[in-house]
């Protein structure tokens, strides 16, 4: 708590610092806020909507009087939450309305269960007159959670575990013996292009249009042997063998998730988050460049590219890393 107090100390100063002058930022110590001015990125908007889910989610653990999950929504995730703002605005700092808000939700969202330190950084830290247990729960919350931007968010943080994952094989397969020269070298400079598709490959359609066919929703049960029996008939499974194995799949996601899965249509900017993270990417994992290369325009690609580009799909972009030329 004492390193968390630091840190609020030190936003909060940062934050006065920008209310004198908004159109420059601020900095203190470890703490750096853009300008006010600043437009919201779209990063900044999933951590706006996630900042409310884990508040209705600490809301709702309160209400059941299950405090533990009230202290793992209200504090801890919202810790790592706060951790993954710093880390994915570090090249242009963060928005200070947003540092502000999320400030004051973590000390109210504690204040039940360390009322003394959040009134300490309520009234000594933050400035405010009035007590924080006069404080009533926040307004303006929307009446259910956010799944779009949370989607987004869940999209961010596994993009950059696929990254690493890739490079990850790229250094295993370097390390053989009997690897070629010119294989791929973390110690040198490198590169990555990030394929992002917008449609999915036509047999993927298929499978998915026979799987909804034959989906009882009120039962959420698939009719297993007529979607063996319509793949074959319509030759799917002749096409591709990948088709089986990708119907088996998405059933399963749909017993662990729900139907929704069917309908695989994003519902947020993939391209719009990439350019954000692209920053990031650089500076946490050491890339010179991070081209994002947009499929829909039909860029030219050499056959290195278009071998990375095949397995792009939306939501789950292709990667091909190499050292710089």
């Known amino acids: 708590m004492y390193t968390l107090l630091e840190w609020v100390t030190d936003a909060c100063e940062a934050l006065n610092k920008s209310t004198a002058s908004p ?13 006010a001015s600043a437009p919201m ?21 309160y209400e059941a009087t299950t405090y533990r999950d009230a202290l793992k929504s209200g504090h801890y995730d919202f810790i790592n939450l706060r951790k993954w703002y710093i880390d ?18 973590q000390v109210l969202l504690l204040s039940p269960i360390a009322p ?6 309520w009234r000594t ?6 007590s924080i247990m006069n404080e009533r729960w926040p307004s303006d919350l929307p009446s259910e959670p956010n799944h779009t931007l949370a989607a987004a968010g869940n999209y961010a943080r596994d993009i950059v575990h696929s990254v690493r994952d890739a490079e990850a094989v790229l250094q295993k397969r370097a390390k053989k013996k009997g690897a070629k020269a010119d294989e791929f070298n973390p110690a040198s400079p490198k590169t990555i292009d990030v394929f992002v598709a917008h449609e999915f490959p036509e047999w993927q359609d298929n499978v998915i249009a026979v799987l909804k066919d034959n989906f009882d929703s009120a039962t959420c049960k698939f009719d297993d042997k007529q979607i063996i029996a319509t793949l074959g008939q319509r030759g799917i499974l002749k096409q591709n063998k990948k088709a089986m194995p990708f119907a088996q799949e998405i059933k399963k996601r749909v017993s662990l998730t729900g139907p929704s899965v069917l309908d695989r249509a994003l519902a947020f900017n993939e391209i719009e988050i990439l350019t954000d993270l692209v920053p990031y990417i650089k ?25 990375a580009a095949e397995c792009a799909v939306p939501g789950e972009p292709g ?3 190499a050292n710089a030329k």
């Open 125 to 130: 830290v933050m400035g405010n007159q009035s």
């Open 319 to 321: 990667f091909l890393i």
């Open 283 to 307: 500076n946490s994992m050491g890339y010179e460049d991070v081209n994002i290369v947009d499929l829909s325009t039909s860029p030219e690609l050499s056959s290195a590219q278009s071998r």
């Open 116 to 121: 003394h330190w959040c009134e300490h950084v």
């Open 88 to 105: 994915t605005t570090a090249s242009i700092g963060m928005h200070p309305t947003l540092v502000r808000k999320w400030i004051t939700r």
């Open 41 to 61: 990125t779209a990063i900044d908007r999933v951590f706006d909507a996630e900042i409310d889910n884990l508040t209705l989610a600490t809301g709702a653990a």
């Open 23 to 35: 159109d420059t930022p601020a900095q203190v110590n470890d703490v750096v806020i853009r300008p």
